[in-house]
């Protein structure tokens, strides 16, 4: 199986994360930080601020099952690409809206994606989502890892991770592991 890595930055990792382990195609999603200068960052560093890190998810896949922009359309669909620095009540540029691309054709197909979604108007302001280059992924702690599996019953994955699971699964059953 050939595979290849998306990475991509919605918001708090606990909610991309989890619906990017429960695709089809999708052999892994671990969460983590990129796009900063801090070296090793600790999930403290980025709470701070100012390490210039995202929360990150790193998606191993399988393009022959799912395709990139499969991903794309999930992750549009999952978070609020025109909050810029934020995602709901999660502020700070660690919470900002990026795609870190691998290839240049991941690239290309992502900023072709938001240039649809711009000109389609599906959202009332412009999309800011960043496309930058992948640079070093640092996994997160252990302990954020399928958080919304180990934490179901938290507040946060009750009001926040289990509403976007639930949005993935009405618009992307199909795409959806049994």
């Known amino acids: 199986m050939a595979r290849e890595i998306a990475t991509l930055a919605g918001g708090c990792f606990w909610c991309t994360e989890t619906v990017f ?15 900063g200068h801090t070296l090793n960052p600790t999930y403290e560093d980025i709470c701070n601020g100012d390490t210039g890190h995202a929360e990150v998810v790193r998606v191993t896949f399988d393009p022959d099952v799912i395709a990139f922009r499969d991903l794309l359309d999930v992750f549009f669909t999952i978070h609020d690409p025109t909050q810029l620095n934020r995602q709901g009540n999660d502020v700070g540029t660690q919470y900002r809206s990026a795609i870190f691309w691998h290839t240049v054709g991941q690239k290309a197909e992502a900023e072709a994606a938001i240039a649809e ?53 009405a618009k992307f059953g199909g795409l959806l592991k049994g």
């Open 21 to 35: 382990n429960r695709l089809h195609g999708v052999e892994s999603a671990a969460s983590g930080y990129m796009g």
């Open 117 to 169: 979604l711009n000109a389609s108007k599906q959202f009332a302001v412009p999309i800011v989502t960043e496309v930058t280059e992948a640079t070093t992924f640092y996994p997160a702690e252990d302990y954020h890892q399928r958080y919304y599996e180990q934490n179901p019953h938290r507040p946060y994955c009750q009001f926040v991770v289990a509403p976007k699971v639930a949005k993935a699964e």
